[in-house]
């Protein structure tokens, strides 16, 4: 297996604009997890699903803030408009339903707003 | 709640020193406990697990055993090479419903190795 698939891996872009992160998880596995990271703020959780629907959405910093998953190969999160203070690394991790096996996490999108 | 304290970083320690990187948590049950590493530009990666009272987790010279009685999970590296700098977080998993696994991560302790 190729392992969590994110893209892209950098993204920069004007203040205003739209941006999606995209990300592919492991085949098979139930969860999907979208982690935003700061060095003022660390590893924050953002949203999970769980079989394709999200089930807590409360790490969502505002509505401009969206997250999608339309089938269990594929997730989105997008920001619109974006600001300056969302630039940041977001990361994308899957895991099966167990509680002893952790996270996959995949090697995560930079996103710089300007 | 659960949570996890990890000692602050940053840490820097010469080639071939000893390493401890501390780890306590707060949980309620029995929690599953994690290392990730996580290299410059690159995603978290587990780098070992335990998932009940004296396991001991291991790999790459690394070990951290789950003490319930400390409610610790300390990583340890008897010699640590200029290759394991990197961002070392310790993390627990509490459970959801459903089965499914919320892993409450530690804010993360920066090694330095320097040759």
């Known amino acids: 297996d190729a392992g969590v698939i994110q893209s892209p891996r950098h993204e920069v872009t004007e203040m205003g604009q739209e941006v999606t992160l995209r990300c592919k998880p492991i085949s098979g596995h139930d969860y999907l997890f979208w982690y935003r990271q700061t060095m003022m703020r660390g590893l924050e959780l953002l949203i999970y699903f769980n079989n394709n629907v999200p089930i807590d959405d409360s790490g969502m910093p505002e509505d401009r803030f969206s997250a999608k998953m339309p089938n269990a190969s594929f997730s989105t999160l997008k920001i619109q408009p974006s600001e300056p203070r969302d630039s940041a690394v977001y990361f994308c991790?899957?895991?099966?339903?167990?509680?002893?096996?952790?996270?996959?996490f995949g090697s995560g999108t930079r996103l710089t707003v300007v | 709640g659960n949570s996890v304290t990890q000692m602050e970083g940053p840490v820097t320690l010469s080639e071939e020193a000893f390493l401890t990187i501390n780890c306590t948590y707060t949980?309620?049950?029995?929690?599953?406990l994690f290392w990730y590493v996580q290299y410059p530009g690159e995603g978290l990666q587990l780098l070992l697990k335990?998932?009940?009272?004296?396991d001991k987790g291991s790999n790459k010279g690394f070990e951290a055993t789950y003490r319930k009685e400390t409610t610790s999970f300390h990583l340890e590296k008897g010699s640590v090479q200029v290759s394991d700098s990197a961002v070392y977080f310790c993390a627990l998993s509490a459970s959801l419903i459903q089965g499914a696994q919320k892993l409450v991560f530690g804010q993360g302790t920066r090694l330095t190795i320097n040759p």
């Open positions: 949980a309620t049950g029995y929690p599953s």
């Open positions: 991790a899957s895991s099966i339903r167990t509680g002893t096996t952790g996270y996959t």
């Open positions: 335990a998932t009940k009272a004296d």
